[in-house]
């Protein structure tokens, strides 16, 4: 680290000088092409080395204990059998051989079991694995087996063969083409001879085993289904009884018959009740019309009365044309007039009294007319129950015929299963016609052990290249600001290579400067003074997405390298729940940033004066007590600004505290620290959209923790920063580089 003797001026203008980080920046999709594919190799050859042995070890292993086998192979043709399809009625048939069925057959448990017995396979050291020697790799898959099993695995018997029925059937091939009805039988063994003897012999077990199984199958079949048409018998009887006991006991006619009846008879009673309902309308309008006038002898003239009436009615009206006329003759107290008076008046009565004899008449009627309705009503729902009566009856009835005819049904169906059972107890079960029967091989399969090595590596390279290449594509971190270019509001600061652990300060000054780191840290001072328009900023905000991106090694990085040129600077550990710098500081004090929030501690409580010229809060003890001090953290910027002093805050991920969004509104400027390969792009993005601000316009971004060794072998536009001869440039440097910090160093505590 350089360290200057003379203090600088931290407010003078640096127009000048044209340096721009961005500059550095040009925006470059990463392509696909050969040079990004081999440097991506290159990045990524151990772990395609490590991939490529793990693959391959088992496989050599697994290849050299190859030896030569052979195979020979059968071809047959299963037919049914030729007298199944002579006759026309036997081809609809569901039973015809099927050579999927067929192939399963063959590869039937009995059959196995009979094969090996008959060719004492058991005995041999091919198809017995416990007459083989256990290899390196199954006693050590055995052992790990044993350390999370309870129960220990047993060895396999010697007299045993379901081990040795596996292997049978792993050297056993049986199978058939879609369009085809040949199946092909094949054995795999290091005997030749054992090899073509295998399908022969599995061949002629099958005819034997396909023979007496349809005998049996036919026999109990025949027994079963002659049980069946007796119980299906009985059945029928009680179905064809129980419809006829039905029919009987309920006396249910024809329905055509039934029906007839049951429809003129409805259609009387309709009519019947429709002409009473009609009269009873007539008589209720002459009721209600009688009864509403308050003369009789009036109410008469607009309805239709008998001929009784209406000759009263007539006398009346001709005796009241009369009186008008000796009216216009005589006096009124004539005795003509008096006499033909009285006679109109007792014709008037008269009327009056056959009006309301006939209104009396009018009511008995309707109250007959009303009984008769409720007569008709109650045919109508007699007539209605025995009409439902009979349909549900004649639905019950059909119900048990129907049952009937199914079971008989049934019993015909039976019938015709137990004759198609007869006649295929005269067939033989099935008719086998051999293309090729097995010959002994004379070469053995497969090719040479070398072949089968170099396909080997050549699948495990590919499946080595084919991992590095999908871990390529699903990482997502940011490792240049190519990746992060087209977010706003963002202005490179450079990248800062990673230090070793023997190069990790654990003092504010260490004698030993790393050269790279030291230039990385500068380079990010000059960006926060070229986005200051020149002028180093009086606070400064060093935070990151989440934690473990090195934001404090940042924050305390810049803070000794703005003391190194002397200019006044006060670190704040602005993490108030897990803030560490006071471990690197060693301050000693008991209380920090928390307890001034909170009203505990005065500012000149919680300053601890570095003798390195940094001036340095801890954070103290987190407390969830409610903040005195609401403004305390701008009271801390504007006392350091009025003192001369750059304020940096190592601040909490901001992501995980709300603090630090409300420090980089006060802050001048905002450094975002993002880790090399660790932090996501998404997480960048989202971090800076929490911190937009208007006073944040521009927030600055280093990227830390960088590898330069990988990094030089992407294709990014900022890979040249660590290009080999820079490398170089940089470690022949470091002894010179080292001599002079310290002399500048001793310079700088002797002037203080």
């Known amino acids: ?9 931290r407010n003078l203008p640096i127009s000048p000088m044209r340096y721009d980080p961005r500059a550095q920046i040009e925006t470059k999709a990463d392509n696909l ?17 490590a991939i490529t042995v793990l693959l391959m070890a088992p496989a050599a292993v697994t290849i050299s204990g190859l030896k030569p086998t052979y195979q020979a192979w059968a071809r047959l043709i299963v037919h049914q059998p030729l007298a199944t399809s002579l006759g026309a009625e036997d081809t609809g048939r569901g039973d015809l051989l099927d050579v999927k069925s067929e192939t399963e057959r063959l590869l039937s448990r009995s059959i196995a079991e009979r094969v090996v017995r008959e060719m004492r396979l058991d005995a041999r050291q091919e198809f017995n694995p416990a007459l083989r020697k256990v290899s390196f790799f199954e006693s050590m898959r055995a052992s790990l087996r044993g350390l999370f099993e309870t129960k220990k695995p047993t060895s396999p018997e010697r007299d045993g063969i379901e081990a ?3 292997e049978f059937y792993q050297a056993l091939g049986v199978w058939h083409e879609d369009k085809s009805e040949v199946i092909q039988i094949s054995f795999t063994a290091n005997d030749a001879e054992l090899a073509a003897a295998v399908p022969n012999r599995v061949v002629s077990i099958y005819l034997d085993e396909r023979k007496s199984s349809v005998r049996a199958r036919l026999d109990a079949a025949e027994a079963w289904i002659r049980q069946r048409i007796a119980e299906q018998k009985a059945r029928a009887v009680i179905a064809r009884d129980a419809a006829r006991n039905y029919q009987e006991s309920m006396d249910i006619v024809s329905k055509e018959d039934a029906q007839d009846e049951r429809i003129k008879t409805l259609l009387d009673l309709t009519g019947r009740e429709g002409k009473i309902e009609e009269s009873r309308v007539e008589i209720k309008a002459t009721i209600s019309a009688l009864e509403a006038a308050d003369n009789p002898s009036v109410a008469v003239q607009n309805i239709v009365v008998p001929d009784s009436i209406a000759t009263k009615q007539r006398d009346l009206r001709a005796q009241q044309d009369d009186l008008a006329r000796l009216l216009e003759l005589y006096d009124g107290k004539a005795e003509a007039v008096v006499d033909l008076r009285r006679k109109i008046e007792q014709s008037r009565l008269d ?27 109650s045919i109508l ?18 119900r048990l015929q129907h049952i009937a005819e199914k079971e008989q049904a049934a019993l015909d169906k039976l019938e015709d299963q137990r004759r198609d059972l007869a006649a295929k107890a005269m067939l033989p079960g099935a008719e086998l016609e051999v293309f090729s029967p097995a010959s002994v091989p004379l070469v053995s399969q497969g090719r040479g052990r070398l072949f089968y090595l170099v396909g080997t590596l050549l699948a495990a390279i590919s499946a080595a290249v084919t991992a590095a290449f999908a871990l390529e594509m699903w990482d997502q971190s940011v490792r240049s600001f190519d990746q992060i270019a087209g977010m706003a509001r963002t202005i490179p600061a450079g990248l800062i290579p990673r230090l070793a652990r023997k190069e990790n300060p654990k003092t504010v000054f260490r004698l030993a400067p790393v050269p790279m780191f030291d230039e990385a840290i500068r380079t990010v001072i000059l960006t926060l003074k070229q986005s200051n328009g020149g002028k180093l900023p009086n606070s400064i905000v060093v935070t990151s997405a989440h934690s473990g991106e090195g934001k404090s090694l940042v924050a305390r990085s810049l803070a000794i390298e703005l003391a190194a040129a002397a200019i006044p600077v006060l670190l704040v550990d602005g993490d108030l729940r897990r803030g560490e710098l006071d471990s690197f500081f060693r301050s000693g004090l008991q209380q920090g940033l928390n307890e001034y929030l909170n009203g505990h501690a005065d500012i000149r409580d919680i300053v601890y004066h570095h003798p390195g010229g940094i001036d340095f809060i801890p954070s103290g003890k987190f407390s969830l007590q409610r903040r005195a001090r609401s403004n305390g953290l701008a009271e801390i910027i504007e006392m350091a600004g009025a003192a001369g002093r750059v304020v940096i805050f190592d601040s909490a991920p901001v992501l995980a505290s709300t603090d630090t969004v409300l420090l980089t509104a006060l802050a001048e400027k905002t450094l975002a620290v993002v880790r090399w390969g660790k932090t996501s792009r998404r997480a960048v993005e989202f971090s800076l959209q929490q911190m937009k601000s208007q006073r944040n316009s521009e927030i600055i971004v280093a990227i830390n923790n960088v590898n330069p060794e990988k990094h030089a072998l992407y294709n990014f536009s900022d890979s040249e920063l660590f290009s080999k001869s820079l490398m170089k440039y940089y470690q022949l440097h470091t002894a010179d580089s080292s001599s002079s910090t310290i002399k500048n160093m001793f310079s700088l505590k002797s002037q203080r």
């Open 381 to 398: 729902a007699v007539a209605e129950q025995k009409r439902t009566r009979d349909a549900l009856a004649q639905a019950e009835l059909t």
């Open 1 to 9: 680290m350089t360290i200057s003797t003379v203090p600088p001026d």
């Open 164 to 166: 040795t029925i596996r």
């Open 33 to 49: 092409d050969l040079a990004s594919a081999f440097r991506m190799l290159r990045r990524r050859r151990f772990m395609i080395i």
């Open 351 to 377: 009327l009056d009294l056959a009006t309301k004899q006939y209104l009396q008449s009018m009511r008995a009627k309707l109250a007959a007319l009303d009984h008769e309705a409720n007569a008709v009503q």
